[in-house]
């Protein structure tokens, strides 16, 4: 028994370590957007060291929300694409793309985590949200005088995504890209020549959008320069660039901040209105206000930090002349995070039913913890709130383990009721809670036994042949065949009298004399009776039976 425990016990250490490889043995694949149903990602079987043979018996098998997009061939263990993958819908412009998937093998059970990353084709041309824009410029314009025009947008990230802008042939404007980055680049049209209305009043051009592809993919938009008459001075701010940081939760009509711009001509063509330059209908921009007067700027809607960290605000100060004149700046405003989002638990795989014998650190279930808020506030802590059996253990990143922390007896406990709470650090702290259900099945950890340590059973003689002369009982705590009992006669004797005088029924436990007994003959007799249960291996109990010196027989049971 002592030499079993010991091999069990090494069993189980393998397993804990290879549990522990297989969390920490990260495989990333590779595969580009939009490849063909069975394109083959990687050999999913070998480099996780697993026997080919074995994949079908085991059950190998993916999971996860993910798994719409892979299929694995549980013949061969190659990760095959499974459906059309859409990186720009998956990910957006995120520069990283990356799905998490996991592979399940049992027999024993165990769980692989892989991440494939999405690659980026150039299946998109940069866009412009509007057709075309038309500019009402004066021809007493200054050379140098500059005109925002709208960005580009290109559904696709990296070397793929707009990578300069070119400005059809003019002998008037030149065209200068502000690169600060992809995410800021920004064109600008500037006056290189006088305008004279009255030899051009209308100047067509074509803005031309370029990504880095091979060969590149480009997009235009139009833009219809009205060359108008007289108004020599423009707005000038005080400053090209503001910078303010709000919370996401501030309230509407809140001020953010104030822009201003100042011009040197007089009565009408000296008013400035304010206004967004907002020709491309950038939902976050509208989340935000200008007064036209004073150029303050307040909070017009709910500022969300998950979905926008900081958001660009070009201004525009106009004045009020005939031929207006107008310049613009750059708002930058950054969105603080405060805890708006509790932590989001899901469950994503969990076992039916848990053996009484499990030992410790046998996985129950996955579960995934989710916070979508940033920095402390999106800091989880996940952890068993009453005292049971088992406890959390982080596996990887978000990802954790509920595992036997404890002994199990079915027969003191047959289902628990887990109560995982996740809180996050955030002031004050956000939590979420949910109650995972784990049955515990039995073993065959219990013998037969009778319910009093001695019987007497007396007898008359002369009784008649086939009575029954007592009904033999006992309990098992354990269920099902662990807990079925029958009973037999352990006969040790050599001539076999016990099986010439009674008999015991198996399955009731009832005894019966098979002949009539004679007092002057036998006065006493012993014999043990043994209860078997059915689990594998059984347990069993005997009982040893004798008679009185009376003319009745007395069984004993001890």
Request: with cysteine; hydrophobic share 35%; net charge negative.
């Amino acid at each position: 028994m002592q030499q079993g425990n010991i091999f069990r016990m090494r069993i189980y250490f393998l397993f804990y370590i290879s549990h522990i490889w297989s969390v920490a043995a990260q495989i990333v694949y590779s595969v580009t957007e939009e490849s063909s149903p069975g394109t083959t990602v990687g050999n999913l079987a070998k480099d996780l060291h697993l026997d080919v043979q074995e994949l079908e018996t085991r059950s190998f098998q993916i999971s996860g929300p993910n798994t719409r997009y892979f299929e694995v061939n549980a013949k061969t263990g190659i990760l095959l694409v499974k459906d059309r993958i859409d990186r720009e819908e998956l990910c957006s412009r995120n520069v990283k793309c990356s799905l998490e998937v996991e592979a399940i093998v049992n027999s024993p059970l165990n769980i692989y985590r892989f991440e494939v990353k999405i690659l980026d084709i150039n299946d998109h041309a940069p866009a412009f949200r509007i057709p075309g824009i038309v500019l009402n410029v004066s021809e007493s314009a200054f050379t140098g005088e500059r005109f925002a025009l709208p960005k580009a947008i290109d559904a696709d990230v990296g070397s793929y995504s707009v990578k300069g802008y070119k400005l059809s042939q003019s002998e008037h404007f030149t065209l200068d890209v502000q690169n600060g980055g992809e995410a800021t680049m920004s064109a600008e049209m500037a006056l290189q020549k006088a305008l004279d209305r009255e030899k051009q009043p209308v100047i067509k051009l074509t803005l031309t959008a370029v990504d880095g592809g091979k060969p590149p993919k480009t997009g235009t938009l139009h833009i219809t320069v009205n060359v108008q008459d007289v108004n020599d001075n423009i707005p000038i701010f005080d400053k090209p660039l503001y910078k303010a940081t709000v919370l996401e939760n501030t309230p509407h009509g809140a001020t953010v901040i104030s822009v201003h711009a100042q011009d040197l001509d007089e009565g009408p063509n000296g008013e400035i209105l304010y206004s967004f330059i907002n020709q491309d209908n950038d939902i976050d921009v509208n989340t935000f206000s200008i007064d036209p007067v004073t150029g303050e700027i307040t909070v017009n809607g709910e500022l969300d930090h998950e979905k926008s960290s900081a958001v660009e605000i070009r201004v525009q100060a106009k004045d009020k002349g005939a031929s207006s004149r107008a310049s613009h700046c750059k708002v930058l405003v950054e969105i603080t995070d405060v805890n708006d989002n509790p932590p989001e638990i899901s469950v994503t795989s969990l076992v039916n039913v848990v053996r009484e014998d499990a030992p410790l650190d046998t996985m129950v279930g996955l579960i995934t913890v989710r916070d979508n808020d940033s920095n402390k506030n999106g800091v989880v802590q996940v952890r068993i709130v009453y005292s049971v059996p088992f406890k959390i253990k982080n596996t990887y990143k978000n990802h954790y383990s509920l595992v036997v922390d404890g002994t199990l007896d079915r027969e003191r406990a047959s289902e628990y009721n887990v109560t995982i709470t996740a809180s996050d650090e955030g002031v004050p702290s956000l939590s979420s809670t949910i109650v995972v259900t784990v049955h515990v099945s039995d073993v065959n950890d219990n013998a037969p036994h009778f319910k009093e340590p001695v019987i007497n059973i007396f007898v008359k003689e002369n009784s008649p042949v086939g009575a029954a002369i007592y009904t033999m009982t006992a309990d098992d705590p354990d269920v099902d065949k662990n807990a079925k009992i029958t009973f037999s006669v352990n006969d040790n004797h050599k001539n076999n009298l016990i099986g010439s005088v009674i008999n015991i029924n198996s399955e009731t436990g009832d005894i019966v004399s098979l002949q009539s007994f004679n007092y002057e003959e036998l006065k006493t007799f012993q014999f043990k009776v043994q209860a078997t249960d059915s689990g594998v291996p059984p347990y069993y109990r005997n009982v040893r039976m004798m008679s009185s010196k009376h003319n009745l027989y007395m069984l004993t049971l001890l």
